[in-house]
C-alpha cells in the first residue's frame, strides 16, 4: 500500500458513457499527477496538479477532464471516449513536482 | 526532444543469475533519475539518483549514474523469482517533468 489509493480498479465503459477515477492520497503531498499507460508503450503524462492547481496538460484530447477540489483528492472524468483510450491509468503524487512519485493500484480502463 | 531508452526491452535468467538493466537518456536540464518496479499495476520507487559516480544499495539491487555518459544502470543480484517485473526508469528535467523509459521486462525462472 503506498498511501494512494484509486477506485474503481477496473472499469468497462460504452463509448457514450460518463465516468468518473478517483484518486486520493494519504501523504501530505502537494502535487498529483495522472498518467496514462498502454500496453508496450512508456508512462504517459496527462496532467499535473501542484497545490491544486493544473500545471501541466500534455495535449490531453478534451474527452478527458481532470478535477482536483484539495490537495488529497484527484478526479479524472471521462465522456464519449474511443477503444484506443482503453489502458491502464494511474494516479500518482509527489512531495512536490519533481520528487519521486508514488502510485496508485491504476484503473484498467477498457473501452467499448 | 527528450528521451529515454531502456535496454533491453526484455530479459529472461535463471534464479540466483545476476542481472544489469540499462538506462541511458537525453534530457534537458537533467535533475534526477529514478528507478520503479512494476509488478502488476503500481510502480513502486526504488532509487533516485542525483549524483554521479554514487552508488545507492538496497539489498540485492544497486544503482548508478554516470552523468558525463548519459546513463544509469540497475544490478540486481542472486535473483529470486520475486524480481520478476517491468524495471521503469524515469529522468527528471525541464519544469520537473519525469521521461519515462519503455521498461524492462525482467523474467526469473526457477
Known amino acids: 500500500e503506498t498511501g494512494v489509493t484509486q477506485t474503481p480498479r477496473h472499469l468497462v465503459m460504452g463509448m457514450t458513457n460518463k465516468k468518473s477515477l478517483k484518486c486520493e492520497q494519504h501523504?501530505?503531498?502537494?502535487?498529483m499527477y495522472w498518467y496514462k499507460q498502454s500496453a508496450k508503450k512508456p508512462l504517459e503524462l496527462m496532467f499535473v496538479y501542484s497545490l491544486e492547481e493544473r500545471v501541466e496538460n500534455n495535449s490531453v484530447p478534451s474527452r478527458f477532464s481532470p478535477e482536483c477540489p484539495n490537495s488529497s483528492h484527484l478526479f479524472l472524468h471521462l465522456h464519449t471516449l474511443q477503444p484506443e483510450d482503453s489502458a491502464l491509468y494511474l494516479c500518482a503524487s509527489s512531495r512536490d513536482r519533481g520528487w519521486e512519485a508514488f502510485f496508485g493500484q491504476g484503473t484498467r480502463l477498457t473501452v467499448v | 526532444e527528450d528521451k529515454v531508452v531502456q535496454s533491453p526491452l526484455s530479459l529472461v535468467v535463471h534464479e540466483g543469475d545476476t542481472v544489469t538493466l540499462n538506462c541511458s537518456y537525453e534530457v534537458t536540464n537533467f535533475r534526477s533519475l529514478l528507478w520503479y518496479k512494476q509488478e502488476k499495476k503500481a510502480p513502486t520507487f526504488l532509487f533516485m539518483l542525483?549524483?554521479s559516480g554514487i552508488e545507492k544499495k538496497s539489498g540485492r539491487l544497486s544503482s548508478i549514474l554516470d552523468k558525463k555518459e548519459l546513463f544509469s544502470i540497475l544490478n540486481i543480484t542472486a535473483t529470486q523469482t520475486g524480481d520478476s517485473a517491468v524495471y521503469l526508469c524515469?529522468?527528471?528535467?525541464?519544469?520537473?517533468?519525469?521521461?519515462w523509459g519503455a521498461g524492462t521486462k525482467l523474467i526469473i525462472k526457477p
Open positions: 524515469a529522468v527528471g528535467g525541464s519544469n520537473y517533468q519525469l521521461i
Open positions: 542525483t549524483s
Open positions: 501523504l501530505g503531498h502537494n502535487a
